[in-house]
């Protein structure tokens, strides 16, 4: 044999390597360009089926997965209930007004056969849908001052609480600016134009006061929700960036960072810093004991790694990295996500029947955790090729091996959820709404965001009309008990408000 033979052999091996490696690059961009935004798989089992069939069914999925014969039939899925078509019917909390239609006329009403007059047989009625289109009006409002002698001060009654007299403003406009801005995401620009239809000349400038002057009634709100979801021993927390106005060259912007903070099924928080750094995070949980669940990134200021904190991680996360390479076909992949997704309905059958805590930890012991088993037992046995690194399964299988602790973590804290989810649904509005109004234009408006993006979010996930409860605690918080501020929630006034 030639001596240059193993010299070749060794750069063909090499070529194809790199072959690979470049042909899954090419797939990955091919799938950024022209590929679905979202990483979902069709849901293999929509219907939950019953509750004892839980075992059947896993019995059936791991012969499935084996290559076997399946045990038994496999569950028979339940009828849907879809909903029914046709239009929805008109919420009774509407107010109605009552309207008649007029009687035809009279040489209509002869009756063609008979000749004579016919009689009203039945009434039938109606409902439709309107609006009134936004109606703005000045309230003129005026107070008797009375005087005594010339050195005492003068007694009057104070303005209504609902009324900024130096902004010469009604707290409901402020309510609609909020709305508008913080739940619709509407830029102020835009508003500013919606404004002058009606007549009422706005600068943005304006409107950023008006909420200036909202965000220091309604701070003390914004703290009680923090206390709450940090008394609440179960935070799910997640940053996402922010683009803020940079003030060292004009016009352009530098990455901010919005921190979710956000208790297990309870109120969420949101808070504002100049930098996605660890310090903001470190900061505001110095004190917190307890669970906490992120994703797998590692800028949050030491917290996780405390000793009165549980870690635990994302499977959600885990299940992207190998839905990216299932979908760059590579070998393998599929397995990993089949056993993902199990876990995932197995939880969500437990949340479908309600299963309490020892019914869910059995739940789990019996069919989870032979899964999470078997899942890194075959990662820690799969060959890592040092020159493939930065390809989608030796990637997805490095992330997982390396977060393998606070993963199976999330099995043995009962209740827990397997993923940060909540969290990041949280966001989603505050992240899809950025794409209107872009950037946050001053340091100082980012506490204000935050503060608003808290109320609003908490409004949504409480089932609370953002713009009713702006009108209604605006105007009151000023005279509100400090003591008794977590009255004004807005969880806390919805529950007043269906009570």
Same mark, same amino acid.
């Given at each position: 044999m030639a001596p240059e033979v193993p010299q070749l052999r060794a750069e063909v091996d090499r070529l194809k390597i790199e072959n690979q490696v470049l042909s899954l690059r090419v797939k990955s961009l091919e799938k950024e360009l022209y590929g679905s935004r979202s990483d979902r798989r069709p849901p293999e089992d929509p219907n939950q089926g019953r509750l004892e069939a839980i075992d059947e069914q896993a019995a059936w999925d791991e012969a499935r997965l084996a290559g076997e014969n399946a045990p038994a039939a496999k569950p028979r899925k339940q009828a849907r209930n879809g909903k029914k078509k046709g239009p929805k019917p008109i919420?009774?909390?509407?107010?109605?007004?009552?309207?008649?239609?007029?009687?035809?006329?009279?040489k209509d009403l002869v009756c063609p056969v008979t000749g004579k007059l016919m009689r009203s047989a039945f009434t039938e009625t109606v409902e439709v849908l309107a609006r009134k289109p936004a109606e703005f009006y000045v309230r003129r409002l005026t107070r008797n001052v009375f005087t005594g002698a010339p050195e005492a001060a003068p007694v009057y009654r104070p303005w209504p609480a609902d009324v900024l007299p130096r902004s010469r403003?009604?707290?409901?406009?402020?309510?609609?600016?909020?709305t508008a801005r913080f739940a619709d995401h509407q830029p102020y620009h835009r508003q500013c134009a919606q404004l002058l239809r009606h007549g009422l000349e706005f600068s943005a400038n304006t409107l950023c006061s008006l909420v200036e002057q909202a965000h220091r009634k309604l701070e003390p709100i914004y703290r009680q929700i923090l206390l709450e979801v940090l008394a609440s021993g179960y935070?799910?927390?997640d940053p996402t960036p922010i683009p803020l106005m940079s003030r060292q060259k004009k016009g352009s912007t530098k990455e901010a960072c919005m921190w979710t903070y956000r208790a297990l099924d309870g109120p969420v928080c949101f808070e504002f810093s100049e930098t996605k750094q660890g310090q903001t995070p470190a900061k505001t949980l110095h004190k917190y004991k307890g669970i906490l669940q992120t994703d797998g990134a590692s800028n949050f200021g030491g917290v996780p790694a405390r000793a009165d904190v549980v870690h635990l991680n994302c499977w959600a996360h885990v299940r992207r990295y190998f839905v990216k390479a299932e979908e760059a076909n590579v070998d393998g992949a599929a397995a990993y996500v089949d056993a993902i997704n199990r876990l995932f309905r197995l939880e969500r059958r437990g949340r479908h029947f309600k299963l309490g805590r020892e019914n869910i930890r059995k739940l789990r012991q019996r069919h989870s955790l032979p899964l999470v088993d078997a899942l890194f037992a075959r990662a820690r046995a799969y060959a890592i090729d040092e020159r493939m690194l930065k390809t989608p399964l030796p990637? &997805?299988?490095?992330? %997982? /091996?390396?977060?393998?602790k606070e993963l199976r973590a999330c099995f043995d804290s009962v209740p827990s959820r397997i993923d940060n989810n909540l969290a990041e649904n949280a966001l989603r509005p505050l992240k899809l709404g950025a794409k209107n109004w872009l950037f946050i234009g001053h340091l100082n408006a980012g506490p204000h965001a &935050?503060?608003?993006? %808290? /109320?609003v979010e908490n409004c949504r996930l409480a089932g609370v009309n953002p713009e009713a409860y702006f009108i209604d605690i605006l105007a009151r918080v000023d005279d509100h008990p400090a003591s008794r501020i977590a009255e004004l929630t807005p969880?806390?006034?919805?529950?007043s408000k269906n009570t």
């Open positions: 919420s009774p909390d509407l107010p109605r007004v009552e309207e008649s239609v007029p009687d035809p006329d009279l403003i009604d707290a409901s406009v402020i309510a609609n600016v909020l935070i799910q927390m990637k &997805a299988v490095r992330y %997982t /091996l390396g977060r393998e &935050a503060t608003m993006f %808290t /109320l969880h806390a006034w919805a529950k």
